[in-house]
């Protein structure tokens, strides 16, 4: 270990908040766990779950023989030819069991303090329930000790000998323990993770891996050193006067990459400071990693790398304010964010899928469909209120049907958002320069994707149509030369209407519906296409786009291809009508309901998963997999570190743009704040 040089910077910034207790729940090979559980024969085989082409996760008989995560499923099949395969591109089972779950380790905590990350991760702060049962202890006889679940009911809880932690811990800095409070508190911390994991495989078959700590930070870090099935408590001391302790030795030993809080860009800043040169790449590479390893210790024994010298070193275009602040805690163990409360919805609703090559728009076009149309679906599955409508059918034995109703929106987005992630140009010398900048363009919701009536294709086409192309067409204003390696679709800023007034969603939806009838379908769609020349002419002005040679001539060729060119309007509504006859066939093909949406007869003969043709589809391995992204479909809450890595906004052409919508009704402008009145105001006049 290599100790800090830098404690005359500690005493403001690592003031640990040291009196919580935060676990932190990792399920084990979530992916393949929720396959296993639907088929329990499939535990003792070799399993992979497939999207796209890859491997995005594999069991632990899996990893034995060689397989690993983001891996080609040709390789995959050359390793362990007995590899049982399920295609993962539908994530409606692996999101129910992330939910059951969630709500299985929610009803342990008593302030509701539980924060979930991804599908596969959860934090608890159990710090209330701690406190509680270290008031109860009695340090005569703690290998008798009673943990109390409940407080109103004492013969509610477990036994437990609170004299020792349960399960493993970490401590380098030996200390012999006198009456330390924190070891306390995070011994019960520990007996209470042993207890839920051990209810979390009895009752809903997941094992899990934990860490105890006081952090967000080290509790995650810690759980990885027992997998899978383990947990891990950081043990005390976690501050000292010589400038040793059980947090800076735990963390010294860490890459600086894989510090949560610190983004691949981030990292590779530091990296190329202490290096003093860019760090080296490694080929293949998968998860954004580098040949050379640069630690915890490393930046941490850099004399006078304070907070002020980060801020200097990280400081560029996207970074925020305080990075140099913000990072100088982290590599010292100090981070201080609360677990979120719990939400019964999410804080966005995020949808994307990656690609080795996606340079056309009709591609570009039938991706947005598909993407829009599972993001509406989770929309009405996360955000709306439904109620069960049970019928009997006629004839002996048959079984009650049961039909969901939607009623209401429980929350409606404000903000749709549409990021992509383009290639660089190829070099001289053949090669492509890594880049893994998304840009995003973000406009107010269009108020036809809270109807609760219209289909989800239906509403799907239009949302591309008119409001997903025009943002795409801002993001890249040539008409050509990009190639996609992602894209994304999101709804954001979750409006709650948990307050049982009447649902604003519903009114909308109603609104476009009295909308449709009284101005007729052929009107809608002309006032759209005035409205997008309008809004494409915008476009060209503000961008200064250039065509071909400088000059006019430029400019009217791309106001003609993109502001509603015949001819430019036929091939979207072609590539729509492929778009939909392809979710057709794909629907009629593989899915099938949403119970049975990956077939198990996969499962047992893997010849039926496509391979890639290397010969006729070249896969660019120096850019094709990286940041370790799942490919496939991303989802859910926002990440831990969102503003670092996930994405690159850009700011709106104009503040209007971010402040107002259009009108259903009049067609015009009106301010965001005034959206709802506005409506209401029609809705009186109808």
């Not at 404690?7 to 729940?25: A, E, S, Y």
């Not at 294709?457 to 050509?480: C, T, W």
Request: aromatic share 6%; glycine share 6%.
């Amino acid at each position: 270990m290599i100790p800090s040089r830098n404690t005359h910077h500690h005493p403001r910034l690592l003031q640990r908040k040291d009196d919580r207790v935060i676990l932190h729940f990792d399920y084990d090979c979530f992916y393949a766990s929720v396959v296993e559980h639907e088929d329990p024969t499939l535990k003792s085989k070799p399993l992979a779950i497939q999207q796209k082409q890859i491997i995005v996760t594999c069991n632990y008989e899996a990893r034995r023989r060689g397989l690993h995560k983001l891996q080609l499923i040709t390789e995959a099949k050359r390793l362990c030819p007995d590899v049982v395969i399920v295609l993962g591109e539908d994530l409606t089972r692996f999101r129910n069991a992330s939910k059951e779950l969630y709500n299985f380790l929610r009803s342990f905590s008593w302030g509701d303090r539980v924060e979930r990350l991804g599908f596969d991760e959860v934090w608890l702060d159990v710090t209330d329930i701690v406190e509680y049962n270290a008031c109860l202890l009695n340090g005569h006889d703690l290998q008798k000790s009673f943990f109390h679940l409940v407080r109103d009911d004492p013969l509610v809880g477990f036994p437990f000998d609170a004299s020792t932690c349960a399960g493993d811990t970490y401590s380098a800095v030996r200390k012999v323990r006198v009456c330390d409070a924190l070891y306390d508190r995070l011994s019960l911390g520990s007996h209470l993770a042993h207890h839920m994991r051990r209810l979390l495989e009895s009752e809903k078959g997941y094992s899990a891996t934990v860490g105890i700590s006081t952090s967000k930070l080290l509790s995650k870090l810690v759980g990885n050193l027992h997998k899978p099935n383990g947990q891990t408590t950081l043990l005390p001391p976690y501050e000292s006067t010589e400038g040793e302790s059980n947090v800076t030795s735990f963390l010294d030993r860490h890459d600086i990459g894989s510090i949560p809080g610190i983004g691949f860009k981030t990292a590779q800043k530091l990296r190329q400071h202490i290096l003093r040169r860019p760090a080296s790449f490694e080929e293949g590479l998968v998860y954004g990693g580098t040949r050379e390893s640069v630690t915890v210790a490393h930046v941490r024994s850099q004399p006078d790398l304070g907070p002020e010298t980060l801020e200097r070193v990280l400081a560029g275009p996207g970074a925020p304010h305080g990075i140099g602040q913000k990072v100088f805690a982290l590599l010292h163990g100090v981070d201080n964010a609360d677990v979120s409360a719990a939400r019964d919805v999410p804080r966005q609703i995020s949808l994307e899928d990656s690609y080795i090559k996606l340079d056309a728009l009709d591609k570009v076009v039938a991706e947005l469909v598909s993407l829009s149309s599972r993001l509406i679906e989770r929309m009405r599955i996360d955000l709306v209120e439904h109620t069960s409508s049970s019928s009997l059918q006629h004839g002996e034995g048959t079984p009650y049907r049961v039909n969901t109703i939607p009623r209401r929106w429980l929350a409606r987005p404000t903000t749709l958002r549409l990021t992509t992630r383009p290639r660089s140009s190829i070099q001289a010398d053949g090669q492509r320069v890594r880049t893994f900048q998304r840009i995003s363009r973000s406009m107010p919701i269009p108020s036809f994707m809270l109807s609760l009536t219209d289909t989800t294709e239906i509403l799907a086409d239009r949302l591309v149509k008119e409001s997903l192309l025009p943002l795409f067409r801002k993001l890249h204003p040539q008409r050509g030369g990009w190639d996609l390696s992602l894209v994304n679709v999101a709804v954001t800023g979750m409006s709650d209407h948990s307050d049982g007034g009447r649902d604003i969603g519903s009114m909308m939806g109603d609104a476009v519906a009295k909308s449709d009838e009284r101005m007729g379908k052929n009107t809608r769609e002309c006032g759209n296409e005035i409205e997008d020349k309008l809004t494409v002419v915008d476009q060209v002005a503000e961008s200064g786009y250039q065509d071909g040679d400088a000059g006019d001539q430029g400019n009217d060729t791309v106001s003609r291809e993109l502001a509603g060119d015949p001819s430019h309007m036929q091939d979207i509504d072609l590539a729509l009508q492929a778009s939909r006859a392809a979710r057709g066939s794909l629907n009629a093909t593989v899915h099938g309901s949403v119970d049975d949406d990956v077939p198990m007869e996969l499962a047992g003969d893997s010849s039926h998963i496509p391979d890639i043709d290397l010969a006729s589809k070249p896969i660019d391995t120096t850019i094709a997999y990286t940041d370790g992204s799942i490919y496939g479909s991303m989802d859910d809450d926002v990440p831990w570190d969102d503003a670092e890595c996930e994405r690159e906004d850009l700011p709106s052409s104009s503040t209007a743009e971010q402040h107002t919508y259009i009108c259903e009704y009049c067609k015009e402008n009106v301010p965001t704040f005034a959206r709802e009145a506005h409506v209401r105001w029609h809705l009186a006049g109808d």
